[in-house]
């Protein structure tokens, strides 16, 4: 089997074809889904099993506690507290971590490969993913953190522009709460709505098993099987999430806030995991807010008129439909100049597309960068873990490159016509000044 760093090679563009990459797939007799990749460059072992446990799936009243759910998992387990955990973990120099979004909830681990620590890790990961506690005491320890945190980000001007577009752009949708919760939701969760949380969703065939290193097929085989043997096989109760509804009209939120910059988004729902003009959007956005200074956003509102240090654009494709988003900070007395320059940009690129110059630049640039965002297997797992998570073929490495060469300025035209309508964009400013609607 060809080693990563071979394949990381290959894959430096040079316009001829990439190798392929063996991502390996399989379905353990409980429903678990098992994504490895096998390279022995180093004797280390990353691992990662999600769950569809985001806070989309948070049951309506109990904001919060997917997100308090997971920071428990580690928080004592299988007869072992936190302490102890972590102390075992730091006696074999292993690293246990995780993620947590509103579609997904995942654990991951770090491991040498020999077989003393990583029996000793793995075993601890099995304990946190199998047999949580959720000790009445922790949970209630937990919680007045997250509560404390809650109350000291309220005060920050950018979180609260974020939770107002956030709820501005998925109103009425799951996607549409904080993945922390609020204080009213988070303060009355017990030990019981996190174990309900748990039953319902961390079950075998919920899971998504990722595996990269120093291993074979077989031992990565034996390891997915002893993750999961605990939980409760099959799926569970875990319903749908809904589309996202498209925004009806444009909609400004003006929320004061005594500062001297105004914190500024604007968007839509973008689109979901999938999409087949997830590529041309991609490239498309390059242009118009996600190349840096190689894009247009930043060169009409930074680099001519000094409106911004920093503005940009980009999509987040999730399960059901993800968000289209600008982002950028200004002097307040700026504001409403900074938002018609915004605003005049987009149309522009929408009326116009992009020019050979800038679908060229663009494309060298992704792809030529393209090696760096796989260039360790901590990197790589995080990719494995998302193709296995929203079922992308097996080849999305492999093809990356491939599809974004092959993008056309007339599918970036119709595929940023299909999914962003300029018109209808959400607008929230947070700052002593207003944006005018």
């Known amino acids: 089997m060809m080693r990563t760093g071979m394949i990381l090679g290959l894959l430096l563009w040079s316009g001829a074809a990439v190798a392929a990459l063996p991502i390996q797939h399989w379905q353990l007799d409980n429903g678990a889904q098992v994504y490895f ?34 920071r428990l998992l ?20 292993a690293t246990l971590g995780g993620h947590f979004d509103a579609d997904r909830a995942g ?17 601890l990961m099995t304990a946190v993913i199998d047999k949580p506690a959720f000790a009445a005491s922790v949970v209630e320890r937990e919680k007045a953190r997250v509560i404390d945190a809650l ?29 922390t919760g609020e204080i009213a939701t988070v303060s009355p969760l017990a030990s019981t709505d996190l174990q309900a949380f748990y039953r319902s969703h961390y079950t075998a065939g919920n899971a998504v098993i990722s595996l990269v290193g120093d291993m074979t097929r077989a031992q990565a085989d034996a390891i997915a099987h002893q993750l999961t043997a605990g939980l409760v096989p099959g799926k569970g109760d875990v319903p749908p999430l809904p589309s996202v509804p498209a925004l009806t009209d444009a909609q400004v939120r003006n929320i004061p806030f005594p500062s001297h910059q105004s914190q500024i988004f604007m968007g839509q729902p973008g689109v979901a995991r999938g999409d087949p003009d997830y ?9 118009l807010g996600g190349g840096g200074f190689d894009s247009r956003l ?21 399960r059901v439909g993800g968000v289209f988003q600008i982002g950028l900070q200004t002097r307040a007395d700026q504001t409403g100049q900074a938002l018609q320059v915004v605003r005049q940009t987009v149309d522009d690129f929408m009326a116009q597309g992009v020019t050979p110059a800038e679908l060229t630049q663009a494309k060298n640039s992704i792809v030529g960068g393209f090696p760096l965002r796989i260039d360790s297997n901590a990197k790589l797992l995080d ?7 929203y079922g992308l073929p097996l080849d999305y490495l492999d093809t990356f490159p491939t599809q974004v060469q092959t993008v056309t ?12 309508n300029a018109g209808k964009m959400v607008t929230v400013v947070v700052g002593a000044a207003t944006a005018a609607k």
């Open 37 to 70: 990749v096998e390279n022995h460059d180093l004797p280390i072992i990353d691992v990662s099993v999600d769950f569809p446990a985001g806070s989309a799936y948070d049951p309506v009243g109990k904001e919060g506690v997917a997100s308090l759910t997971r």
């Open 74 to 93: 580690d928080q004592g387990a299988g007869g072992l507290t936190d302490v102890q955990i972590a102390g075992q973990l730091a006696d074999v120099g």
């Open 107 to 123: 654990v991951t681990l770090r491991t040498l490969s020999r077989p003393d620590e990583a029996h000793q890790a793995l075993s």
């Open 151 to 179: 109350r000291q980000s309220d005060g920050e001007p950018q979180v609260i522009a974020a939770v107002a577009f956030q709820k501005a752009v998925f109103a009425g949708h799951p996607y549409a709460h904080r993945e």
């Open 279 to 287: 590529y041309a959007l991609y490239v498309g956005n390059y242009v």
């Open 298 to 318: 930043m060169n009409d509102v930074r680099q001519k008129r000094g409106l911004a240090y920093s503005v940009y654009s980009y999509f987040i494709p999730m």
């Open 383 to 389: 990719y494995v873990a998302m193709i296995g998570f």
């Open 409 to 420: 300025a007339n599918q970036i035209a119709e595929a940023f016509r299909r999914h962003l």
